[in-house]
T-cell receptor, first 111, second 114 residues
Framework: DAKTTQPPSMDCAEGRAANLPCNHSTISGNEYVYWYRQIHSQGPQYIIHGLKNNETNEMASLIITEDRKSSTLILPHATLRDTAVYYCIVTPAGTASKLTFGTGTRLQVTL | NAGVTQTPKFRILKIGQSMTLQCTQDMNHNYMYWYRQDPGMGLKLIYYSVGAGITDKGEVPNGYNVSRSTTEDFPLRLELAAPSQTSVYFC?????????????FGPGTRLTVL
């Protein structure tokens, strides 16, 4: 599976957009990009995923570059409740969706 | 739906003791997973199951066993607890073929081995 690289931490002011980058330069054609987050000590929570097109849902937007070597998760209006560790995960289709978690980006949303 | 439930929430074991971590889901998901998370680290896959009677090893299976006799339950067994198994254990489930492919996680079991 392709490896991902994320900054260890980021800060964001409440109400502003949080843009979390992820590098996955070795991604192959059948691998999806998933984003999960983990608030404090809770179980991870699914946010969004995509293959090559940009995706948007009620939680976030996912922007994938044309060469698919990097992506950005956008939380359009961050709130204090978005403070969490965000994981970018690349996984192939048809592999029982086994997830390989790195250390993620710790996003701190401040007043 | 209760989603994915795990028991116990906390447990302290002595070295060499055994225990079973329970995981139950009420969403009729066929895929289930066990992960462990060490302090400051991401989750690592221990075992997974694609349906009742079918299990397979993940990245860190040594020291653990699983069984899947029903769709709902996926217990994780520690036979001879070691300090290296001190961790938070998360169970997850997923519905095969779901358009979102997302895994639903339980609240975790915090295990300390002394």
């Amino acid at each position: 599976d392709a490896k991902t690289t994320q900054p260890p931490s980021m800060d964001c002011a409440e109400g502003r957009a949080a843009n979390l980058p992820c590098n996955h330069s070795t991604i192959s054609g059948n691998e999806y990009v998933y984003w999960y987050r983990q608030i404090h000590s809770q179980g991870p929570q699914y946010i969004i995923h995509g293959l090559k097109n940009n995706e948007t849902n009620e939680m976030a937007s996912l922007i994938i570059t044309e060469d698919r070597k990097s992506s950005t998760l956008i939380l359009p209006h961050a709130t204090l409740r978005d403070t969490a560790v965000y994981y970018c995960i690349v996984t192939p289709a048809g592999t029982a969706s086994k997830l390989t978690f790195g250390t993620g980006t710790r996003l701190q949303v401040t007043l | 739906n209760a989603g994915v439930t795990q028991t116990p929430k906390f447990r302290i074991l002595k070295i060499g003791q055994s225990m079973t971590l329970q995981c139950t889901q009420d969403m009729n998901h066929n895929y289930m997973y066990w992960y462990r998370q060490d302090p400051g680290m991401g989750l690592k896959l221990i075992y997974y199951s694609v349906g009742a009677g079918i299990t397979d090893k993940g990245e860190v299976p040594n020291g653990y066993n699983v069984s899947r006799s029903t769709t709902e339950d996926f217990p994780l067994r520690l036979e001879l607890a070691a300090p290296s198994q001190t961790s938070v254990y998360f169970c997850a489930s997923r519905l095969e073929g779901s358009s979102y492919n997302e895994q639903f996680f339980g609240p975790g079991t915090r295990l300390t081995v002394l």
